[in-house]
């Protein structure tokens, strides 16, 4: 057995990662998990990348070169025994790919995920890390889950947070866990994939952009209800929402009812998001609860002015209030978010300060800088 304390000194060219996720059906996580990928197998490192789902479901390519391995327990089950019992089996399967292919290191990636690498690799010599990428108190995570990850997360060689207030978190409630904090990085320049779906073009107009998953989260219900209270201040500025997700409906029917249809557009998931940044004048982050918002970093090292809610957790962290951007309180307050919009894109040249200092995001997240962070988590050299 590898206990916590050990210490691994493996040069990289001789080491092997093991990435385990649910699947990359899109989101944060699932996209920093084929970022390691990539940015690992260029180090020489040996990558194996675990999901439960197959390649039918992805939304991100996985680089050449890495070892994909699907478990094919994806699906739900039935009742606390059927789940039960599925997740044995997935442990189960997931604990004999570790002995087969013996990596240094096996890396969970959320809390499910991180749990049953902890239980597939107990015993085992390898050094099992999990990741929080989101802020647990906004989880809806089963009551079973809460008390497994209370089990395994002690048990871990380290709990990687994205923030320090999930870090703070994890140390009160799961007692005994070895807590670091790493926040994603920003590959810079942005790298495109599909669908390419280009800007439209502007003829004179500004944009509001705002990036994520149609969900409550993400707070674009506040933000509709927000730029309906300025639009006619403002004509010549439209909002667009970038994203996928079950709320679709529901946002487009909000649009309809404060009759905002020829000034915002929700024109789904894009791959080219680097486009749109460039072309954008300003970026919004209304969510309700944030882990460490990827597109909020894009947005800044893409030289964009961002206002964000001051959430519990993430956008304080990335955000230096009137240095880089711009935080809202309180959070969920349709009227401040709409005052606070209304100052930026009345003041281009405020705006123009903000951007200059945005895109020390470019260094403050650089790849270089966290993936130092996680070489020495590693134990790589």
């Known amino acids: 057995m590898m206990f916590s304390g050990e210490k691994l000194n493996y040069p990289v060219e001789q080491a092997h990662l093991m990435i ?7 989101g944060g996580a699932e996209r920093v998990a084929v970022d390691m990928c990539d940015y690992w197998l260029a180090q020489g490192c040996r990558v194996t990348l ?51 292919l013996r990596p240094q290191v096996v890396l969970g990636m959320m809390t499910t995920s991180s749990v049953l690498a902890i239980a597939a690799g107990r015993r085992l ?16 995570l089963p009551a079973i889950w809460q008390k497994m990850r209370r089990w395994a997360y002690p048990q871990a060689h ?12 994890l140390e009160e409630n799961v007692p005994g866990s070895k807590v670091c904090v790493i926040p994603n990085a920003v590959r810079w320049p942005l790298e495109t994939g599909e669908p390419q779906v280009p800007p439209p073009v502007r003829e004179g107009r500004r944009r509001l952009l705002a990036v994520g998953r149609l969900h409550e989260h993400k707070g674009f219900d506040v933000l509709l209800r927000a730029f309906q209270q300025i639009a006619h201040i403002f004509p010549n500025w439209d909002l667009v929402i970038l994203g996928e997700g079950e709320l679709r409906p529901a946002l487009e029917q909000q649009v309809a009812e404060l009759k905002l249809q020829d000034r915002v557009s929700l024109p789904g998931r894009v791959g080219n998001l680097g486009d749109w940044y460039g072309d954008s004048d300003l970026y919004v982050l209304s969510s309700r609860v944030e882990g ?22 993430g956008p304080r962290e990335i955000i230096r209030h009137d240095i880089d951007g711009v935080l ?24 123009e300060r903000l951007a200059r200092r945005a895109i020390d995001a ?6 270089a800088r966290i993936m130092a962070m996680w070489n020495q988590l590693f134990g790589f050299r």
């Open 20 to 26: 385990v996720i649910h699947s990359l059906g899109g």
């Open 50 to 100: 675990v999901t439960q789902s197959g390649p039918d479901t992805d939304a991100y390519t996985v680089p050449e070169g890495v070892d994909r391995r699907v478990l094919g327990l994806a699906g739900e089950s039935s009742g606390k025994i059927g789940a039960a019992l599925v997740n044995l089996r997935r442990i189960l399967r997931l604990r004999r790919l570790i002995r087969k």
């Open 125 to 140: 010599r390898c050094r099992v890390i999990a990741t929080e990428h989101t802020h647990p108190p906004s989880q809806e």
């Open 158 to 169: 380290s709990v990687v947070a994205l923030t320090a207030g999930t870090a703070d978190w």
């Open 292 to 313: 460490l918002s990827n597109t909020l970093i894009e947005a800044m090292a893409s030289g964009l002015p961002v206002i964000a809610f001051d959430c519990d957790t």
């Open 328 to 351: 809202v309180t309180p959070v969920e307050d349709d009227e401040a978010l709409a005052a606070h919009l209304a100052d930026l894109m009345a003041h281009p040249v405020r705006r």
């Open 362 to 367: 470019r260094d403050r997240f650089s790849t």
